[in-house]
Every structure is written in C-alpha cells, then in structure tokens.
C-alpha cells in the first residue's frame, strides 16, 4: 500500500470501531432495536479487502457487517438510522443491524442467514460475466458458515464455471461458543480451496496491508477470467458473539494475545514507522471520526420511527444489479 491508501484505511479502521463502540453506548441506553454483532477487533479485513476493490466492485456480508459496510462507503447516519429502527435507515428501520444493503455502492446486502449470502454473491458474480461488466463480487463470511452446504455448493459452482468471485473467509476462531478445533480438521481454511481447484491463501487478518495484498492479487485473477480465490482472514473479535453473549468459553491469555495485535495499532505504527503520518495526524484523524459518529448518533436520534400503517411496504423487493 502507498502512505495515502494506508492512510485512508486507518481512518476508515477508526470510524468502524468508534461507530461501534457508538452502537455499543447507544444500545446500554435501549436505543438500538434487536440485537447487534460487533466487529471490532476486525477492521482491518473489511478495509483491507474494500481498498483492494474498484468503487463498482460488489461485496455481500453476513450478520457481522457494520464494518463491510462502511468500508464500502456507507453513511454512517443512515446505518445508525437503520439500527435504531427508523424511517430514514437503509431499509426504513425494518431490517435492522443484519439486514442492510445499498446497491448503488455495490453492497449487495448483510443477513442474519450463516453462508445466506454466499450463493448470492456467486449469482451476483455470474450475472457479472454474463454482463461481461468486469466487475468482481466478495463474499464475506465466517469460519462457522464453512460448515453449511451452501458453501460448498457456491464454491463449487463460482470455479466450475470460473466467475469473478473472491470467497473471504473471517475465520475469527470461533462461531458463537464453538471453537474452530472442534468443527473442523483443516489447519486453514484456505486448505479447503483445493477441493475446488482454486487457490487458497491465509492471511493475517489483523494487519490491512496483507489482505489488501490477498484480495489485489484474488481480484486481478478474478478480473481476468480465471475464477475464484479463497482467502482465509484470521482475526478475532474482541467482544461477544452479541450482546448476549458473556464470552466464558475464552481465556483471558488469549484475549490478551489478541489484544496485542490489535490492527489498529498495526496500522498506526506502520504509518509512523514509514513516515507517512505523525502522531497529530492520526490525532486529527481521531477528532474527525469522533465528530462524524456523533452526527451520526444525532442524526438516528432525531429520526421519525416508521409509520406502522406503512409497515407492509418494501416486503417485496426489485433486483437489478446491472
Ligand atoms: C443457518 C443458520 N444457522 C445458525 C444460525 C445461528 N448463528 C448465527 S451466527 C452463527 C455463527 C456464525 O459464525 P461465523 O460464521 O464464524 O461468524 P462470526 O459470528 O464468527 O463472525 C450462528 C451459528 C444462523 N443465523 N443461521
Ligand atoms: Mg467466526
């Protein structure tokens, strides 16, 4: 990465978690309707993975995807809108934090479904050849919905037929309380491309610059007709699975270890280090996002809840994703 793209990703790291951290305040004050799944501790595998892409590039997400989200460009008012059950959240304040999409940034949708849209994305990516658009679709996804068939199914079919998809495997190490060593054998989950006779590759997650690397590489192989990659991102989410969940099935040693390679920091050193960015700058950075957020936060506040005499409309959607 140049010091302006890694820049950008810092900044764009920072307004994931401080959003968060909003959403986390906002819903200790009973704000936020339904629940939530936060991703910090992950950032740097949405941005690392968006600043690879071209602005026309589609990603689709899953229950953990505030952060795809944004990374994509979405407006932070409108998310928070959207999670406090608004009229003026992405989808009238019906869908809640799992289901948001905004087409015209090319985000296809999170959902609650584990692996729900990992054949989406593959259909997605094969209108996209048929359209002959050069556009490349990600699926984001954790490692627990490597164990649904509808993975499997959708990888199969995205290298059979060699559409332009990247699989992005999140593999935070566990899916809800159930650790990765006890659902399955592989070592990585980049192991399983070879099953489908694409390439696999294991990144560390936590560090922005690597998954940019991964995806560029994933993308340009994409673009170029030669089908998928599957790119496993190991990472960790410092909080619950939700927010109900008290995290008792983790130790704290390995929290710690996490916390210690935290990509914030990561990124933050990297910029010092190359000279890209000083101390006020990432300062700066940190004032901005904060005053973003909080108009943010405003904006969702001071929302109109929906009309309940609207409440069946948008029930059935219109898809076009030329
Ligand atoms: C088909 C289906 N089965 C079970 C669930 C319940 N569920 C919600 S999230 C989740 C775990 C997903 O784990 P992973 O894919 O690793 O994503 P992470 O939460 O770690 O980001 C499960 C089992 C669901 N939402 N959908
Ligand atoms: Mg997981």
Same mark, same amino acid.
């Given at each position: 990465m140049t010091g302006e793209m890694l820049l950008r990703s810092y900044r764009t790291m920072v307004l994931i978690r401080r959003f968060e951290e909003a959403v986390a305040d906002c819903f200790a004050e009973g704000l936020v309707v339904g629940t939530a799944h936060f991703c910090i501790g992950q950032e740097a595998s949405a941005t690392g993975t968006v600043e690879a892409l071209r602005p026309?590039?589609?990603v689709t997400s899953n229950h953990r995807g505030h952060g795809h989200f944004l990374a994509k460009g979405a407006d932070p008012g409108r998310l928070m809108a959207e999670l406090f059950g608004r009229e003026t959240g992405y989808a009238r304040g019906r869908g809640g934090s799992q289901h948001v999409a905004d087409f015209s940034i090319g985000f296809l949708g999170s959902h609650g479904i584990t692996a729900g849209m990992i054949p989406v994305a593959? /259909?997605?990516?094969?209108?996209? #050849?048929?359209? /002959?658009?050069?556009r490349v679709v990600v699926a984001f996804f954790g490692d627990g919905a490597t164990g649904q068939g509808a993975f499997h199914e959708a990888v199969n079919i995205g290298s059979a037929w060699d559409l332009p998809i990247i699989y992005l495997c999140e593999n935070n190490l566990y899916a809800m309380s159930t650790s990765v060593d006890q659902s399955f054998r592989v070592t990585s989950?980049?192991?399983?491309?070879?099953?489908? /006779?694409?390439p696999g590759v294991s990144v560390d997650g936590n560090d922005v610059e690597a998954v940019h690397e991964a995806v560029t590489e994933a993308a340009e192989r994409a673009r170029g007709g030669a089908g998928p990659t599957?790119? $496993?991102?190991?990472?960790?989410?410092?909080?619950?699975?939700? #927010?109900?969940? $008290?995290?008792?099935?983790?130790t704290d040693e390995e929290e710690a270890c996490w916390l210690e390679r935290d990509p914030l920091i990561i990124a933050s050193e990297r910029l010092i280090g190359r000279g890209a960015a000083d101390w006020a700058a990432l300062d700066t950075i940190e004032t901005e996002v904060a005053d973003e957020v909080a108009e943010a936060v405003r904006f969702a506040r001071e929302s109109a809840e929906p009309d309940p005499a609207t409440v069946t409309e948008g029930v059935f959607a219109e898809f076009d994703v030329t």
């Open positions: 026309d590039d589609m593959t /259909g997605a990516a094969l209108s996209q #050849k048929l359209l /002959g658009t050069g989950v980049a192991d399983r491309a070879c099953a489908y /006779g694409i599957l790119i $496993e991102a190991r990472t960790y989410r410092y909080c619950g699975h939700s #927010k109900s969940d $008290e995290c008792l099935y983790r």
